[in-house]
């Protein structure tokens, strides 16, 4: 496809030329007035190049920011609404819905023609997907914000990759050379982020922000307990938050070998956590008819954007940036959505910064990029010694690497 365009802009230019050498001939210009126009023709021809080089270079750079403010921006509505009483299980149920709705047509009609027959074994795959990646993560993700900041749950995210990491090195999945370099700073990285981890858990520290209110909640003495009470409770449940996630980051891993249209995958898995989460909550809940019904416009807002923006349009941005730049790309910017959240959660939802979060986010980002080093270093090892080895005959054996699916919430 590159070749044919080149030729077709070879093409193009040929024919710009050949108009300005018959512009020239017509005017009566001389073949030195013809090089001038030539020579400046060819600087612009670079410049547009030069121009349309970094469009490329930027446009992925662009969909990830518009990515994290999508990602931000969900999080503070979700906060809001579960503050106005908003069940989660309904919550997860009815987002899980709108993005089905949003997203089939498209995996239909973008894989019709490639998307292979599902079997028992790929449907148990796409189950245990929905349970882990969409009904679990999510509701543990919202229990969490609920009982916490909209900036501290957000955090978390940073912590999803490096307990990837450990899974798949316990599962033998991903090597650790503590001897190279990339090695050691995965293990740094790690280590640095559990720091960061202990941190958030267990020292909050000052206020940096609405000091008052903090007063105010330190003297009303019970309500200060049962609020200590159910920020810990939420950090657990975010901890778990992160286990579900990683658990079906590395899950997706196999099911992408097994079923590679992962636009209709995640159609399904978006419809069977639809069918998991509305079963248990009519189990387990008994929610009246009113509970399902919206009435609130922060309701509406939220599950509408939720699952066409958040859901739908993030995955497809997500998924173009993991294709264009690779996934150590797109997680790089995960950090970039704490920050976006941290100034929504001040200005807007009138939270407290405290000085344990700030100190614990700092280690944890920095352990998050080393690792990121770490895995960029050994990705690029990778390549030069495949490259290496495809210029002998056997080559040819060598087996692909798997897709790899964004991470996301």
Not at 44 to 64: I, N, Y
Request: charged share 15%; aromatic share 12%; net charge positive.
């Amino acid at each position: 496809m590159r070749a044919i365009a080149f030729e077709e802009h070879r093409q193009v230019e040929g024919h710009c030329l050949y108009s300005i050498y018959r512009w020239s001939m017509t005017r009566g210009c001389c073949h030195l007035k013809f090089d001038h126009y030539l020579a400046s023709y060819s600087i612009l021809t670079k410049a547009s190049r030069m121009w349309g080089v970094q469009a490329d270079e930027w446009r992925p750079v662009m969909a990830m920011l518009l990515f994290d403010l999508i990602s931000a921006v969900m999080t503070a509505l979700v906060k809001k609404a579960l503050e106005e009483g908003l069940n989660r299980l309904v919550l997860i149920s009815l987002r899980q819905l709108v993005a089905t709705v949003f997203l089939a047509p498209i995996a239909y009609f973008k894989e019709r023609n490639t998307r292979p027959k599902i079997t028992m074994e790929i449907f148990v795959y796409l189950f245990f997907s929905a349970v882990l990646g969409a009904g679990l993560s999510q509701y543990t993700f919202f229990y969490g914000l609920q009982y916490t900041t909209a900036t501290f749950a957000i955090t978390f995210a940073n912590l999803s990759p490096v307990v990837t990491f450990l899974i798949a090195v316990v599962l033998r999945v991903e090597s650790l050379k503590m001897k190279s370099k990339a090695g050691a700073a995965k293990m740094v990285g790690t280590v640095t982020s559990f720091g960061g981890l202990l941190v958030l858990s267990l020292y909050r520290g000052v206020a940096l922000t609405n000091r008052g209110s903090m007063e105010e909640s330190a003297a009303g003495g019970g309500d200060g307990d049962k609020k200590n009470k159910q920020w810990i409770l939420g950090t657990v449940v975010l901890l778990g938050n992160c286990l579900c996630f990683s658990l079906w980051l590395l899950l997706q891993t196999k099911l992408t070998k097994k079923y590679p249209a992962i636009y209709s995958s995640t159609a399904i898995m978006f419809f069977l956590s639809t069918l998991q989460a509305g079963s248990l909550s009519l189990a387990t809940q008994r929610l009246s008819t009113s509970a399902w019904i919206l009435t609130r416009k922060m309701e509406i807002v939220t599950v509408l954007y939720s699952g066409i923006v958040a859901s739908g349009v993030g995955y497809l941005i997500m998924t173009w940036c993991v294709g264009k730049r690779g996934p150590v790309f797109t997680a790089a910017f995960i950090p970039l959505i704490q920050i976006m959240v941290a100034i929504i959660d001040f200005f807007f939802l009138h939270g407290q910064l405290h000085l344990g979060s700030v100190l614990g986010s700092a280690l944890m980002i920095t352990g998050l990029y080393l690792l990121l080093w770490g895995k960029k270093r050994d990705a690029s090892s990778s390549s030069a010694v495949a490259s290496v080895c495809c210029s002998a005959p056997a080559a040819a054996a060598l087996p692909k690497q798997p897709p790899q699916l964004p991470l996301h919430r």
